[in-house]
């Protein structure tokens, strides 16, 4: 059943030209950087040969490119999740989906994963222009895979947090805003912390994507944004419940 | 499906339902039988929408129970909304499938296997009248057949007991004798509640009518004993005409 939510989102997703649309603006974006990176490396590169140690060509030009995909995410997801519940109660099809046989739990599921699902592009089209770099050097693989790891937990809790701003409202507009609005909140929150290592910045999510980025994985950093997917899905299914007992 | 040995389809004991505090349905009992054709007859206003929500799982059950085949809806959701086929007030459509897809996802999501589902839509479509359509896009379609293919997502998987919102609001008078038709033609194999605000609707259509109104049962009679006694118009504008109607 979740699957089904999940693949009927996607399908009308897909025969939209919306997804297609930002597919192509985001490659468009992503490949800019990602060569403009590549050429600034290239004219650097007897300069860099001197320091020790030397930056490798995956430091300077991928990791770069992944933490512009993680903003660009940030700024698509909303145009994605305002479509997930808030679209459904406002073209009347959510009680389709209430009167069906499944639990609230499968919808929220359902609909987190096909969001997730829309956003994974980003991270592929991050790996195989990381990947590319192979054709001609030796690129790190270690930073590269860290790299999309985190990318992965990113989009993650960019779904979660979508899929609960959408069940907030029937206009799709205002879900979008609140999305954006909670995903900058968490993004930003730890140039608020008086300190680098102040408490605000465990709730940041660039904070935890950061070490990600520089090629650390540590297992708090998924374990940070495993616990903001399971609070914000659990608290869109809260949503949905207590949407029904709110009337019509 | 359609074989359950119950009697009784379905029973509302007492239901209960307030917006914000204010009652809008309240102490509401009834039961379906299999093969009947039961008309929710009400002013705009009365509960209709309320009661029938509440009976597909939609809202919560405030106060009282109902049972669907013998599965209560508030211990066995899940049993019971199998077993229940509903058409909202605004028919729920995914403007971008076709109408294939869209009917296999409502058969898929109401538990028919997928090794079922193409006989099941080829049925449900038959019978709404939807044989050629299968590929065309919903929001392509006029609408009389987007209402049909509204019937066909309700009873595509089969349910002992079909549920329609006002099934020919917004119709033009062709299109509503054929609902009509296809409603009759359900009663054979499953039991129908349907909600109305016309007279002559539920005349043409029911074999027992409920009169709602604000929020109260204020009858339930087969349409023969009131054929006997001056007919469903006398009988409506004795319960409702008391100038408290909130038209």
Partial sequence: ?248 | MSDTPFELTLRAVSLGYAYAGKPAVSGLSFSLRRGEVLGLLGLNGAGKSTTLQMLTGILPLQQGAVEVCGHDLARDVLAAKKNIGYLPDTPPLYAELRVDDYLAFAARLRGVSGAAVAAAIQQAKERCGLADAGRKLVGQLSKGYQQRVGIAQAIVHEPPVVILDEPTNALDPLQIREVRTLVRSLARQHSVLFSSHSLAEVEAVCDRVLIIHQGRLAADEPLTTLQNNGGLETLFIQVTGDGKANS
Avoid at chain 1, 40 to 52: E, G, T
Avoid at chain 1, 75 to 80: A, Y
Wanted: net charge positive; hydrophobic share 60%; glycine share 8%.
């Fill in chain 1, 1 to 248: 059943m979740i699957r089904l939510i999940a693949l009927k989102d996607l399908r009308i997703l897909f025969v939209s030209p919306l997804a297609w649309g930002v597919y192509a603006v985001v490659s468009l974006v992503l490949a800019w950087l990602f060569l403009t990176q590549l050429d600034q490396y290239l004219a650097m590169q007897s300069q860099l040969a001197s320091l020790s140690p030397p930056p490798g060509v995956t430091e300077l030009v991928v990791a770069p490119l992944a933490a512009a995909a993680a903003l660009l995410a940030l700024m698509l997801t909303p145009l994605f999740a305002m479509r997930a519940l808030s679209e459904e109660r406002r073209l009347r099809t959510l009680p389709l989906l209430l009167s069906s046989p499944v639990t609230e739990m499968q919808i929220v599921l359902g609909k987190f994963l096909g969001l997730w699902a829309v956003l994974l592009p980003v991270v592929a089209l991050v790996g195989l222009m990381g990947a590319s770099l192979a054709l001609g050097t030796r690129p790190d693989w270690g930073l590269l895979l860290a790299n999309l790891i985190g990318l992965l937990c990113l989009l993650a809790a960019f779904a979660a947090i979508g899929v609960y701003a959408s069940g907030l409202s029937a206009h799709p507009l205002l879900a979008a805003a609140v999305t954006l609005g909670l995903l900058l909140g968490l993004w930003l929150v730890d140039n608020a912390a008086s300190s680098p290592d102040g408490a605000l910045r465990q709730f940041s999510m660039s904070a935890h994507f950061s070490l990600f980025n520089r090629g650390v994985l540590d297992s708090a950093d998924v374990a940070y944004f495993v616990l903001l997917v399971v609070v914000f899905l659990g608290l869109a299914v809260l949503r949905l419940k207590r949407q029904r007992t709110g009337g019509r």
